[in-house]
């Protein structure tokens, strides 16, 4: 987690790359993924059992 917050405070832009199905790769897509969980982790409360689930106002803060 360390190495995700030293990233996010450098301020440059990392270039993602995807697989064949849409998902992320190699080290930026590690941090990438991290990030986003994260991000869910602090916004979307706990008893929600299913994406589908979450409030649209919430999915837009993320």
Do not use: A
Not at 16 to 31: C, M, S
Request: aromatic share 8%; glycine share 6%; proline share 5%.
């Amino acid at each position: 987690m360390k190495e995700l917050i030293i990233k996010r405070n450098d301020n440059k832009k990392e270039v993602v790359t995807y697989n064949e199905w849409g998902q992320p790769t190699g080290d930026e897509g590690k941090y990438l993924t991290s990030f986003c969980g994260l991000m869910v982790h602090r916004k979307i409360p706990i008893n929600i059992d299913n994406w589908t689930l979450v409030p649209t106002d919430l999915k837009d803060e993320l």
